[in-house]
């Protein structure tokens, strides 16, 4: 059964950092593109980060460029979201997602196949 399983979220406090991880199962994820999405209460979900099959190219949000970091160990299956410099407006529910695309449109929902259940970040001192 093909699934996307988030993990790594949790109680930061601001400043702080976290690593949230991806795992895929029922499917290769190196074949994949994979993107990571998130959606704070009453909001919209926004689309934060992308990284291509093999990982050559990388999109990120304007609101975390230079915080966060995408990446991907295809040999585990897994993807990954390094977030550091954490502020309160990060806290959300953060989903990763993946699809047989690039990251061209890769903040739009619609662009992405399979997606996971969530994983809760919370910034607050």
């Known amino acids: 059964q093909l699934q996307l399983v988030e993990s790594g979220g949790g109680l930061v406090q601001p400043g702080g950092s976290l690593r949230l991880s991806c795992a895929a199962s029922g499917l290769t994820l190196g074949y994949y593109g994979i993107a990571w999405f998130r959606q704070a209460p009453g909001k919209e979900r926004e689309g934060v980060s992308c990284?291509?099959?093999?990982?050559?190219?990388?999109n990120y949000a304007e609101s975390v460029k230079g915080r966060f970091t995408i990446s991907r160990d295809n040999a585990k299956n897994t993807g990954y979201l390094q977030m550091s410099s954490l502020e309160p407006e990060d806290t959300a529910v953060y989903y990763c997602a993946a699809a047989m695309r690039d990251c061209t449109y890769f903040s739009s929902s619609y662009y992405w196949t399979y997606w996971g259940q969530g994983t809760q970040v919370t910034v607050s001192s």
């Open positions: 990284m291509t099959s093999n990982g050559d190219s990388t």
